[in-house]
């Protein structure tokens, strides 16, 4: 039995290519995705990495990569009690809503066993990880985090 | 941001987000009938419409069913916005009053390491 899917949704206003490269390059990813540098030449087939001073926090592998439009890939935290759960799967869509300087970024985030143990982490990462990224393109600066 | 304070100023709405927080992917129906009893489906279906508007609910189609489910990135936003905001100002204020401690701690430490 598969447990439910979660669907984030945020409009962001900036260029789905700067959206894309925010959510792609560790420069930007550490400024607002808790520290946390994403590690992938984002070839399907390449491996995914989330670190955290230099240790994976998840890995994962790419599905499909259309730049600057969806990206899905394979998703497992590293050394937690979720680990033994098989790999989930994110996908990432960028649509440019008609008219205007605003970007529609859907993230869905499937494939979770029963009960997973990933629930939390994913429940409050992704709300955070997608304010974050709102916050630190529009108005260029960072949210700070603490802990 | 006006409209998420006035989704989310209404119990039923708020009721609506709380079950999709527990089961996330809900039809119009199985939304509806915990209402039943004090509410049509038609006024069930005009509070989910609110919530989609301020983006506190996002559709899902699969085939000819739509399934909600909970979003709760506008109410981050408002988090990061009203509330760290003030969080920061109480830990700075903390972590000047730590140092502050510390500091005039100092050279009690050091007199006791002293002797």
């Known amino acids: 039995m598969k447990d439910q899917d979660y669907v984030y949704v945020t409009y962001i206003k900036a260029p789905a290519d700067k959206i894309w490269e925010a959510l792609t390059t560790p420069a930007f990813t550490r400024l607002y995705w808790f520290d946390i540098d994403v590690s992938s030449d984002w070839k ?46 994110v996908t990432i869509e960028l649509e440019p809503e008609a008219g205007t300087e605003t970007v529609r970024l ?13 629930r939390p982490s994913i429940s409050q990462g992704w709300p955070a990880v997608l304010s974050g990224l709102k916050s630190l393109l529009e108005t260029g600066k960072a949210l700070e985090f603490e802990g | 941001m006006d409209i998420v304070f006035k989704a989310l100023a209404d119990p039923t709405r708020r009721e609506i987000l709380d079950r999709l927080y527990k089961q996330g992917g809900q039809t119009l129906n199985e939304l509806s009938e915990p209402f039943s009893q004090d509410m049509s489906r038609q006024a069930v279906m005009k509070h989910l419409a609110l919530l989609e508007k301020a983006n506190l609910v996002v559709i899902v189609w699969s085939g000819r069913e739509k399934h909600h489910h909970l979003n709760p990135v506008p109410i981050h936003a408002i988090q990061d916005r009203w509330i760290r905001k003030f969080e920061r100002h109480r830990m700075d204020a903390l972590s000047a009053l730590k140092s502050a401690l510390e500091g005039a701690d100092k050279p009690n430490l050091k007199k006791r390491g002293n002797s």
């Open chain 1, 106 to 118: 859907t993230v869905v985030h499937s494939d979770f066993v029963a009960n997973s143990k990933h």
């Open chain 1, 44 to 89: 399907v087939g390449s491996p995914v990495s989330y670190m955290k001073n230099g240790k994976a926090l998840v890995d994962g592998k790419v599905l499909e990569a259309k730049r600057p439009k969806l990206l899905s890939y394979t998703f497992r935290e590293v050394d937690t009690e979720a680990s033994h759960e098989p790999h989930t799967k």
